[in-house]
Protein backbone atom coordinates (compact mmCIF):
# COMPACT_ATOMS: atom_id res chain seq x y z
CA UNK A 1 0.00 0.00 0.00
CA UNK A 2 1.64 3.51 -1.04
CA UNK A 3 1.40 6.25 1.27
CA UNK A 4 -1.10 8.09 -0.68
CA UNK A 5 -3.50 5.03 -0.10
CA UNK A 6 -2.85 4.78 3.80
CA UNK A 7 -3.58 8.90 4.14
CA UNK A 8 -7.20 7.92 1.92
CA UNK A 9 -8.47 5.11 3.56
CA UNK A 10 -7.09 6.78 7.13
CA UNK A 11 -9.39 9.49 6.31
CA UNK A 12 -12.61 7.54 5.34
CA UNK A 13 -12.27 5.34 8.75
CA UNK A 14 -15.01 5.72 11.10
CA UNK A 15 -13.59 5.12 14.42
CA UNK A 16 -16.85 5.72 16.27
CA UNK A 17 -18.15 7.42 19.25
CA UNK A 18 -15.84 6.99 22.42
CA UNK A 19 -19.80 6.77 23.80
CA UNK A 20 -21.42 3.51 22.82
CA UNK A 21 -25.21 5.22 23.93
CA UNK A 22 -24.29 7.27 21.19
CA UNK A 23 -23.14 5.68 18.39
CA UNK A 24 -25.11 5.02 15.66
CA UNK A 25 -22.90 2.24 14.13
CA UNK A 26 -22.30 0.01 17.03
CA UNK A 27 -23.77 -3.06 15.96
CA UNK A 28 -21.82 -3.19 12.77
CA UNK A 29 -18.66 -3.26 14.76
CA UNK A 30 -19.61 -4.42 17.78
CA UNK A 31 -17.21 -7.74 19.35
CA UNK A 32 -19.43 -10.30 21.01
CA UNK A 33 -17.82 -12.22 23.74
CA UNK A 34 -20.20 -14.50 24.12
CA UNK A 35 -21.92 -11.99 26.33
CA UNK A 36 -25.54 -13.26 26.39
CA UNK A 37 -24.37 -16.81 27.33
CA UNK A 38 -22.36 -15.99 29.59
CA UNK A 39 -24.26 -12.88 31.41
CA UNK A 40 -28.23 -13.80 30.90
CA UNK A 41 -27.68 -17.44 30.91
CA UNK A 42 -25.55 -17.62 33.88
CA UNK A 43 -25.77 -15.76 37.44
CA UNK A 44 -24.16 -12.56 36.45
CA UNK A 45 -26.13 -9.49 38.10
CA UNK A 46 -23.13 -6.73 37.99
CA UNK A 47 -21.03 -5.93 34.79
CA UNK A 48 -18.08 -4.01 36.05
CA UNK A 49 -15.36 -2.19 34.61
CA UNK A 50 -13.47 1.18 33.99
CA UNK A 51 -15.26 3.97 32.34
CA UNK A 52 -14.25 3.85 28.64
CA UNK A 53 -14.08 -0.10 28.72
CA UNK A 54 -17.51 -0.31 27.05
CA UNK A 55 -20.27 -1.34 29.38
CA UNK A 56 -22.47 0.87 27.57
CA UNK A 57 -21.54 -1.00 24.73
CA UNK A 58 -22.79 -4.66 26.52
CA UNK A 59 -25.89 -3.03 27.67
CA UNK A 60 -27.02 -2.08 23.82
CA UNK A 61 -26.08 -5.27 22.68
CA UNK A 62 -28.01 -6.97 25.34
CA UNK A 63 -30.63 -4.86 24.22
CA UNK A 64 -30.31 -5.58 20.30
CA UNK A 65 -29.94 -9.70 21.42
CA UNK A 66 -33.16 -9.34 23.24
CA UNK A 67 -35.63 -8.69 20.33
CA UNK A 68 -33.88 -11.01 18.15
CA UNK A 69 -34.58 -14.03 20.63
CA UNK A 70 -37.57 -12.78 21.81
CA UNK A 71 -37.00 -11.47 25.27
CA UNK A 72 -38.66 -8.53 27.49
CA UNK A 73 -36.01 -5.95 28.25
CA UNK A 74 -36.68 -3.34 30.07
CA UNK A 75 -33.42 -0.93 29.60
CA UNK A 76 -33.26 2.20 32.77
CA UNK A 77 -31.03 4.70 31.56
CA UNK A 78 -29.80 6.51 35.05
CA UNK A 79 -28.50 9.31 32.87
CA UNK A 80 -30.18 12.03 33.98
CA UNK A 81 -31.81 10.54 37.00
CA UNK A 82 -33.10 12.66 40.01
CA UNK A 83 -30.76 11.36 42.68
CA UNK A 84 -30.76 14.15 44.50
CA UNK A 85 -34.75 13.36 44.86
CA UNK A 86 -33.68 9.78 45.97
CA UNK A 87 -31.46 11.27 48.46
CA UNK A 88 -34.16 12.70 50.69
CA UNK A 89 -36.27 9.02 50.55
CA UNK A 90 -34.39 7.36 53.07
CA UNK A 91 -36.28 4.79 54.98
CA UNK A 92 -34.64 5.38 58.64
CA UNK A 93 -36.21 2.07 60.01
CA UNK A 94 -32.78 0.62 58.32
CA UNK A 95 -29.20 1.84 59.74
CA UNK A 96 -26.65 3.02 57.29
CA UNK A 97 -25.89 1.96 54.47
CA UNK A 98 -28.74 0.63 53.92
CA UNK A 99 -31.77 3.08 54.82
CA UNK A 100 -32.69 2.63 50.71
CA UNK A 101 -33.06 -0.36 50.30
CA UNK A 102 -36.85 0.07 50.13
CA UNK A 103 -37.20 2.89 47.33
CA UNK A 104 -34.75 0.98 45.29
CA UNK A 105 -36.54 -2.44 45.53
CA UNK A 106 -39.74 -0.74 45.11
CA UNK A 107 -38.44 0.82 42.01
CA UNK A 108 -37.47 -2.57 40.42
CA UNK A 109 -40.91 -4.53 41.22
CA UNK A 110 -42.44 -1.94 39.55
CA UNK A 111 -40.45 -2.11 36.89
CA UNK A 112 -40.85 -5.75 36.89
CA UNK A 113 -44.92 -5.18 36.81
CA UNK A 114 -44.51 -3.32 34.04
CA UNK A 115 -43.06 -5.85 32.11
CA UNK A 116 -45.61 -8.77 32.73
CA UNK A 117 -48.37 -6.49 32.00
CA UNK A 118 -46.89 -5.04 28.75
CA UNK A 119 -46.04 -8.41 27.22
CA UNK A 120 -48.50 -9.07 24.64
CA UNK A 121 -48.35 -12.66 25.60
CA UNK A 122 -49.32 -12.38 29.04
CA UNK A 123 -51.39 -15.18 30.45
CA UNK A 124 -54.69 -12.93 31.23
CA UNK A 125 -56.18 -15.39 32.84
CA UNK A 126 -53.66 -16.06 35.57
CA UNK A 127 -55.09 -14.88 39.24
CA UNK A 128 -51.57 -13.53 39.90
CA UNK A 129 -51.60 -11.53 36.34
CA UNK A 130 -54.83 -10.38 37.59
CA UNK A 131 -53.81 -8.76 40.99
CA UNK A 132 -50.70 -7.80 39.28
CA UNK A 133 -53.26 -5.73 36.70
CA UNK A 134 -55.11 -4.11 39.42
CA UNK A 135 -51.80 -2.50 40.53
CA UNK A 136 -50.72 -1.71 37.40
CA UNK A 137 -54.10 0.31 36.54
CA UNK A 138 -53.87 2.07 40.07
CA UNK A 139 -50.34 3.04 40.37
CA UNK A 140 -47.97 2.69 37.75
CA UNK A 141 -49.99 3.23 34.32
CA UNK A 142 -48.69 4.02 30.74
CA UNK A 143 -45.24 5.80 31.40
CA UNK A 144 -42.26 5.94 29.41
CA UNK A 145 -40.30 6.78 32.12
CA UNK A 146 -41.04 4.32 35.15
CA UNK A 147 -38.15 4.94 37.15
CA UNK A 148 -37.95 8.13 37.71
CA UNK A 149 -41.68 8.91 37.65
CA UNK A 150 -41.47 6.39 40.93
CA UNK A 151 -40.08 9.10 42.74
CA UNK A 152 -42.53 11.84 42.38
CA UNK A 153 -45.32 10.48 43.67
CA UNK A 154 -43.37 9.85 46.94
CA UNK A 155 -42.90 12.10 50.03
CA UNK A 156 -41.23 12.04 53.30
CA UNK A 157 -43.39 12.45 56.44
CA UNK A 158 -41.65 11.95 59.30
CA UNK A 159 -40.18 8.31 59.40
CA UNK A 160 -42.33 7.52 56.85
CA UNK A 161 -42.22 7.72 52.77
CA UNK A 162 -45.97 8.22 51.63
CA UNK A 163 -47.72 7.56 48.01
CA UNK A 164 -49.61 10.24 47.02
CA UNK A 165 -52.21 7.39 44.84
CA UNK A 166 -54.94 6.38 46.13
CA UNK A 167 -57.30 3.70 46.50
CA UNK A 168 -54.46 0.41 46.97
CA UNK A 169 -55.75 -3.17 46.25
CA UNK A 170 -56.76 -5.08 49.12
CA UNK A 171 -55.02 -8.06 47.70
CA UNK A 172 -52.14 -6.29 48.21
CA UNK A 173 -52.44 -4.68 51.66
CA UNK A 174 -55.00 -6.05 53.47
CA UNK A 175 -55.27 -2.65 55.23
CA UNK A 176 -58.28 -0.60 53.05
CA UNK A 177 -56.79 2.44 53.19
CA UNK A 178 -56.73 5.46 50.70
CA UNK A 179 -52.73 5.17 50.79
CA UNK A 180 -49.65 2.55 50.64
CA UNK A 181 -46.73 4.58 52.61
CA UNK A 182 -43.17 3.56 53.56
CA UNK A 183 -41.65 3.18 56.81
CA UNK A 184 -42.57 2.48 60.35
CA UNK A 185 -46.20 1.37 60.99
CA UNK A 186 -48.36 -1.33 60.05
CA UNK A 187 -48.38 0.02 56.12
CA UNK A 188 -44.80 -0.52 55.61
CA UNK A 189 -43.55 -0.63 52.25
CA UNK A 190 -41.59 -3.94 53.23
CA UNK A 191 -44.63 -5.38 53.25
CA UNK A 192 -45.81 -3.85 50.53
CA UNK A 193 -42.98 -5.01 48.79
CA UNK A 194 -43.26 -8.65 49.80
CA UNK A 195 -46.53 -9.14 48.44
CA UNK A 196 -45.49 -7.80 45.48
CA UNK A 197 -42.72 -9.96 44.66
CA UNK A 198 -44.75 -12.92 45.91
CA UNK A 199 -47.41 -11.78 43.01
CA UNK A 200 -44.44 -11.89 40.44
CA UNK A 201 -42.62 -15.32 41.88
CA UNK A 202 -46.12 -17.18 41.44
CA UNK A 203 -46.46 -15.41 37.86
CA UNK A 204 -43.59 -16.57 37.04
CA UNK A 205 -43.80 -19.97 38.14
CA UNK A 206 -47.15 -21.23 37.14
CA UNK A 207 -47.59 -19.52 33.54
CA UNK A 208 -44.62 -17.97 32.32
CA UNK A 209 -41.89 -19.44 32.23
CA UNK A 210 -41.30 -19.15 28.26
CA UNK A 211 -40.71 -15.58 28.61
CA UNK A 212 -37.58 -13.89 29.44
CA UNK A 213 -37.60 -10.59 31.44
CA UNK A 214 -34.51 -8.54 31.66
CA UNK A 215 -34.25 -5.02 33.46
CA UNK A 216 -30.94 -3.75 32.81
CA UNK A 217 -29.81 -0.02 35.13
CA UNK A 218 -26.96 1.75 32.99
CA UNK A 219 -25.37 5.01 33.81
CA UNK A 220 -25.65 5.04 37.54
CA UNK A 221 -22.21 6.84 37.94
CA UNK A 222 -22.76 9.55 34.74
CA UNK A 223 -23.15 12.57 36.76
CA UNK A 224 -22.08 11.02 40.40
CA UNK A 225 -19.05 13.40 41.17
CA UNK A 226 -21.33 16.41 41.05
CA UNK A 227 -23.15 15.45 44.12
CA UNK A 228 -22.45 17.69 47.09
CA UNK A 229 -22.85 15.16 49.41
CA UNK A 230 -20.72 11.76 47.56
CA UNK A 231 -21.40 9.83 50.88
CA UNK A 232 -24.95 9.54 50.57
CA UNK A 233 -24.83 8.86 47.13
CA UNK A 234 -21.99 5.42 47.56
CA UNK A 235 -24.76 4.97 50.21
CA UNK A 236 -27.56 4.83 47.88
CA UNK A 237 -25.70 2.22 45.28
CA UNK A 238 -24.77 -0.26 48.15
CA UNK A 239 -28.31 -0.23 48.99
CA UNK A 240 -29.04 -0.87 45.19
CA UNK A 241 -26.40 -3.53 44.94
CA UNK A 242 -28.10 -5.15 47.91
CA UNK A 243 -31.17 -5.13 46.80
CA UNK A 244 -30.18 -6.48 43.17
CA UNK A 245 -28.32 -9.02 44.93
CA UNK A 246 -31.01 -10.07 47.02
CA UNK A 247 -33.80 -10.24 44.19
CA UNK A 248 -31.96 -12.30 41.77
CA UNK A 249 -30.87 -14.39 44.47
CA UNK A 250 -34.56 -15.39 45.69
CA UNK A 251 -35.52 -15.34 41.92
CA UNK A 252 -32.67 -18.73 41.41
CA UNK A 253 -33.57 -20.41 44.59
CA UNK A 254 -37.06 -20.51 43.23
CA UNK A 255 -35.40 -21.53 39.93
CA UNK A 256 -36.91 -19.15 38.05
CA UNK A 257 -34.06 -18.56 35.24
CA UNK A 258 -35.89 -16.71 33.21
CA UNK A 259 -35.77 -12.97 35.60
CA UNK A 260 -33.25 -10.85 36.45
CA UNK A 261 -31.59 -7.66 36.65
CA UNK A 262 -28.47 -6.27 35.77
CA UNK A 263 -26.22 -3.17 36.75
CA UNK A 264 -23.26 -1.74 35.36
CA UNK A 265 -20.93 -0.06 37.30
CA UNK A 266 -17.90 1.74 37.11
CA UNK A 267 -14.82 -0.23 38.79
CA UNK A 268 -13.85 2.97 40.87
CA UNK A 269 -17.33 2.71 42.37
CA UNK A 270 -16.89 -0.66 43.16
CA UNK A 271 -13.63 0.19 45.02
CA UNK A 272 -14.91 2.60 47.09
CA UNK A 273 -17.97 0.61 48.40
CA UNK A 274 -16.01 -2.21 48.92
CA UNK A 275 -14.12 0.30 51.64
CA UNK A 276 -17.37 1.01 53.11
CA UNK A 277 -19.47 -2.28 52.86
CA UNK A 278 -17.88 -5.68 53.70
CA UNK A 279 -20.57 -7.57 52.68
CA UNK A 280 -19.21 -6.57 49.17
CA UNK A 281 -17.07 -9.32 48.58
CA UNK A 282 -19.82 -11.85 48.42
CA UNK A 283 -21.27 -10.02 44.65
CA UNK A 284 -18.03 -11.37 42.64
CA UNK A 285 -18.94 -14.58 42.21
CA UNK A 286 -22.43 -12.40 40.45
CA UNK A 287 -20.20 -9.96 39.01
CA UNK A 288 -18.54 -10.03 35.47
CA UNK A 289 -15.51 -7.80 35.39
CA UNK A 290 -14.30 -5.94 31.32
CA UNK A 291 -10.84 -6.17 31.19
CA UNK A 292 -8.73 -5.22 27.65
CA UNK A 293 -5.50 -5.14 29.44
CA UNK A 294 -2.63 -6.71 27.76
CA UNK A 295 -0.60 -8.94 30.11
CA UNK A 296 1.81 -11.09 28.46
CA UNK A 297 3.76 -10.60 25.46
CA UNK A 298 1.51 -13.41 24.21
CA UNK A 299 -1.24 -10.97 24.35
CA UNK A 300 -0.06 -8.96 21.67
CA UNK A 301 -0.27 -11.14 18.62
CA UNK A 302 -3.91 -11.54 19.27
CA UNK A 303 -5.04 -8.12 21.55
CA UNK A 304 -8.96 -7.69 22.01
CA UNK A 305 -8.17 -4.08 21.74
CA UNK A 306 -6.54 -4.83 18.14
CA UNK A 307 -9.26 -6.52 17.02
CA UNK A 308 -11.88 -4.26 17.94
CA UNK A 309 -9.79 -1.71 16.19
CA UNK A 310 -9.47 -3.43 13.17
CA UNK A 311 -13.17 -4.21 12.77
CA UNK A 312 -13.44 -0.68 12.78
CA UNK A 313 -11.24 0.02 9.48
CA UNK A 314 -12.78 -3.21 7.64
CA UNK A 315 -15.93 -2.24 8.50
CA UNK A 316 -15.56 1.08 7.25
CA UNK A 317 -13.29 0.73 3.88
CA UNK A 318 -14.99 -2.95 3.44
CA UNK A 319 -12.30 -4.85 3.24
CA UNK A 320 -9.38 -6.55 4.82
CA UNK A 321 -6.94 -3.83 5.94
CA UNK A 322 -5.29 -3.87 9.60
CA UNK A 323 -3.83 -1.11 11.60
CA UNK A 324 -0.32 -2.55 10.91
CA UNK A 325 -1.21 -1.85 7.03
CA UNK A 326 -1.99 1.53 7.49
CA UNK A 327 0.69 2.21 10.51
CA UNK A 328 4.05 0.46 9.49
CA UNK A 329 6.92 0.31 12.12
CA UNK A 330 9.54 0.47 9.79
CA UNK A 331 8.08 3.49 7.75
CA UNK A 332 6.53 5.18 10.49
CA UNK A 333 10.30 4.90 12.33
CA UNK A 334 9.02 5.31 16.41
CA UNK A 335 11.79 4.67 18.75
CA UNK A 336 11.76 3.21 22.10
CA UNK A 337 12.63 5.50 25.07
CA UNK A 338 14.08 3.67 27.38
CA UNK A 339 13.09 5.92 31.43
CA UNK A 340 16.11 4.46 33.20
CA UNK A 341 18.40 5.55 30.94
CA UNK A 342 17.47 8.31 29.45
CA UNK A 343 18.22 7.00 25.78
CA UNK A 344 16.35 6.03 22.43
CA UNK A 345 16.57 2.89 21.49
CA UNK A 346 15.18 0.14 18.94
CA UNK A 347 12.03 1.01 16.42
CA UNK A 348 8.92 0.34 18.52
CA UNK A 349 5.59 -1.24 17.01
CA UNK A 350 2.78 1.35 16.70
CA UNK A 351 0.10 -0.07 17.94
CA UNK A 352 2.13 -0.75 21.23
CA UNK A 353 3.59 2.63 21.04
CA UNK A 354 -0.13 3.77 21.77
CA UNK A 355 -1.05 0.97 23.62
CA UNK A 356 1.58 2.13 26.33
CA UNK A 357 0.07 5.70 26.67
CA UNK A 358 -3.45 4.59 27.29
CA UNK A 359 -5.17 2.75 30.36
CA UNK A 360 -5.93 -0.18 28.25
CA UNK A 361 -9.51 0.82 27.50
CA UNK A 362 -11.82 0.85 23.84
CA UNK A 363 -11.95 4.21 24.72
CA UNK A 364 -8.52 5.38 24.74
CA UNK A 365 -7.23 3.51 21.48
CA UNK A 366 -10.52 4.93 19.29
CA UNK A 367 -9.72 8.34 20.56
CA UNK A 368 -5.53 8.15 19.82
CA UNK A 369 -6.48 7.37 16.39
CA UNK A 370 -9.41 9.76 16.20
CA UNK A 371 -6.45 12.30 17.16
CA UNK A 372 -4.03 10.68 14.51
CA UNK A 373 -7.14 11.14 11.57
CA UNK A 374 -7.32 14.50 12.58
CA UNK A 375 -3.73 15.32 12.38
CA UNK A 376 -3.33 13.75 9.24
CA UNK A 377 -7.00 15.85 7.64
CA UNK A 378 -5.41 18.69 9.20
CA UNK A 379 -1.72 18.86 8.09
CA UNK A 380 -1.07 20.62 4.64
CA UNK A 381 0.28 18.98 1.73
CA UNK A 382 0.59 15.93 4.25
CA UNK A 383 2.18 12.95 1.92
CA UNK A 384 2.97 10.21 4.09
CA UNK A 385 1.80 8.99 7.73
CA UNK A 386 5.23 9.72 10.13
CA UNK A 387 6.94 9.90 13.45
CA UNK A 388 6.13 13.28 14.15
CA UNK A 389 2.17 12.93 12.89
CA UNK A 390 1.89 10.15 15.58
CA UNK A 391 3.81 12.38 18.14
CA UNK A 392 1.97 15.12 17.79
CA UNK A 393 -1.29 12.76 18.04
CA UNK A 394 -0.23 11.92 20.96
CA UNK A 395 -0.07 15.40 22.89
CA UNK A 396 -3.81 15.75 21.52
CA UNK A 397 -4.92 11.99 23.07
CA UNK A 398 -2.70 12.74 26.51
CA UNK A 399 -3.98 16.17 26.83
CA UNK A 400 -8.02 14.87 26.59
CA UNK A 401 -6.77 11.44 28.91
CA UNK A 402 -5.39 13.51 31.66
CA UNK A 403 -7.70 16.96 31.57
CA UNK A 404 -10.77 14.61 30.92
CA UNK A 405 -10.67 11.49 31.72
CA UNK A 406 -8.61 10.97 34.85
CA UNK A 407 -9.75 14.92 36.31
CA UNK A 408 -13.99 13.50 36.21
CA UNK A 409 -12.44 10.24 37.89
CA UNK A 410 -10.75 11.41 40.65
CA UNK A 411 -12.81 14.58 41.61
CA UNK A 412 -14.98 13.21 44.07
CA UNK A 413 -11.84 12.18 46.25
CA UNK A 414 -9.72 14.86 45.27
CA UNK A 415 -11.07 18.08 44.72
CA UNK A 416 -8.18 20.32 43.92
CA UNK A 417 -7.57 18.53 40.88
CA UNK A 418 -4.04 21.24 39.58
CA UNK A 419 -2.95 21.06 42.76
CA UNK A 420 -2.28 17.67 42.61
CA UNK A 421 -0.71 17.67 38.94
CA UNK A 422 1.40 20.35 40.18
CA UNK A 423 2.97 17.36 42.39
CA UNK A 424 3.04 14.85 39.71
CA UNK A 425 5.24 17.46 37.72
CA UNK A 426 7.38 17.98 40.61
CA UNK A 427 8.34 14.49 41.13
CA UNK A 428 8.86 14.27 37.13
CA UNK A 429 8.94 11.20 34.80
CA UNK A 430 11.79 8.93 35.91
CA UNK A 431 11.10 5.85 38.80
CA UNK A 432 11.35 7.20 42.46
CA UNK A 433 11.23 5.82 45.58
CA UNK A 434 8.30 5.89 48.02
CA UNK A 435 10.26 7.62 50.84
CA UNK A 436 11.01 10.52 48.10
CA UNK A 437 7.47 10.96 47.12
CA UNK A 438 6.53 11.27 50.79
CA UNK A 439 9.13 13.74 51.14
CA UNK A 440 7.45 15.95 48.28
CA UNK A 441 4.17 15.75 49.67
CA UNK A 442 4.61 16.65 53.45
CA UNK A 443 7.31 18.69 52.39
CA UNK A 444 4.98 21.58 51.22
CA UNK A 445 1.72 22.92 52.82
CA UNK A 446 0.25 23.07 49.23
CA UNK A 447 -0.66 19.58 48.92
CA UNK A 448 -2.85 19.03 51.52
CA UNK A 449 -5.78 16.16 50.72
CA UNK A 450 -7.12 15.15 53.79
CA UNK A 451 -4.70 11.77 53.19
CA UNK A 452 -1.79 10.28 54.28
CA UNK A 453 1.03 9.72 51.83
CA UNK A 454 0.74 6.03 51.93
CA UNK A 455 -3.26 6.80 51.13
CA UNK A 456 -2.23 9.03 48.00
CA UNK A 457 0.13 6.78 46.59
CA UNK A 458 -2.92 3.67 47.20
CA UNK A 459 -5.26 5.94 45.47
CA UNK A 460 -3.23 7.58 42.46
CA UNK A 461 -1.78 3.62 42.04
CA UNK A 462 -5.58 2.15 42.33
CA UNK A 463 -6.87 4.88 39.28
CA UNK A 464 -3.85 4.33 37.19
CA UNK A 465 -2.14 7.18 37.71
CA UNK A 466 0.98 5.78 39.24
CA UNK A 467 2.43 2.20 38.53
CA UNK A 468 5.61 0.00 40.23
CA UNK A 469 8.67 -0.43 38.17
CA UNK A 470 12.09 -2.30 38.89
CA UNK A 471 14.37 -4.13 37.50
CA UNK A 472 15.19 -8.10 38.27
CA UNK A 473 18.06 -9.94 38.52
CA UNK A 474 18.60 -9.84 35.58
CA UNK A 475 18.39 -6.62 34.73
CA UNK A 476 15.25 -6.40 33.01
CA UNK A 477 12.66 -3.52 33.67
CA UNK A 478 9.62 -5.04 35.54
CA UNK A 479 6.35 -3.06 35.63
CA UNK A 480 3.22 -3.93 37.61
CA UNK A 481 -0.01 -1.75 37.22
CA UNK A 482 -3.68 -1.98 38.02
CA UNK A 483 -4.27 -1.77 34.47
CA UNK A 484 -2.49 -5.53 34.07
CA UNK A 485 -2.33 -6.79 37.57
CA UNK A 486 -4.13 -7.63 40.67
CA UNK A 487 -3.17 -6.40 43.80
CA UNK A 488 -2.25 -3.11 45.71
CA UNK A 489 0.52 -0.98 44.80
CA UNK A 490 3.75 -2.47 46.18
CA UNK A 491 5.77 0.57 48.02
CA UNK A 492 8.82 -1.27 48.29
CA UNK A 493 9.34 -1.19 44.52
CA UNK A 494 9.99 2.11 42.35
CA UNK A 495 6.99 4.21 41.53
CA UNK A 496 6.81 5.98 38.62
CA UNK A 497 4.10 8.23 36.74
CA UNK A 498 2.23 6.79 33.93
CA UNK A 499 3.63 7.59 30.43
CA UNK A 500 0.41 9.09 29.21
CA UNK A 501 -0.28 10.73 32.34
CA UNK A 502 3.17 12.41 32.31
CA UNK A 503 2.35 13.55 28.41
CA UNK A 504 -0.95 14.75 29.51
CA UNK A 505 0.44 16.84 32.15
CA UNK A 506 2.86 18.52 29.87
CA UNK A 507 0.75 18.64 26.88
Not at 35 to 42: A, G, K, P, S
Not at 121 to 145: H, P, R, S, V
Not at 186 to 197: G, M, P
Request: hydrophobic share 35%; glycine share 4%.
Amino acid sequence: MTEYEKIKCLKKIRFGDIDANSDPDLEHYFIDNNYWNRIINNSIYYIIGKKGTGKSAIYQYLSQESKKKGALISNRDFGDFPFERLMQLSDDSFSKPNQYQSIWEHLILDVFIDLIIRNENADTQNNYFNELKKYYDMYLGDTINLHKDSLTTVSKNGFNLEFSKRGFSPAISKEKTTSKSIGSGIKNVSKINSTLFELIEQYLITRDENNTYIIQFDRLDDTYNQYTNIETYYQMIISLLKVVYSLNNKLRIKRIENAKIIVFLRSDIINEIGKRDSESARWDDFTYKINWAIINQNDWEDAPLLKMINKRIQNSLKDDTTFSDLFETQTINLRYYNVYTGKVSVQQDVFKYIIDKTFHRPRDVIQFCKCIQKEISETPNCTYIGYRNIKNAEKQFTYWLVNSEISNEINPTIKNVDVLYDLLKLIGKKPFPFYRFKQRYEGNPKFDFNMSADKLVEYLYDVGILLNTNRNRNGQLQFRSVIRNSGKVDKNMKLMIHPGVWMGLNS
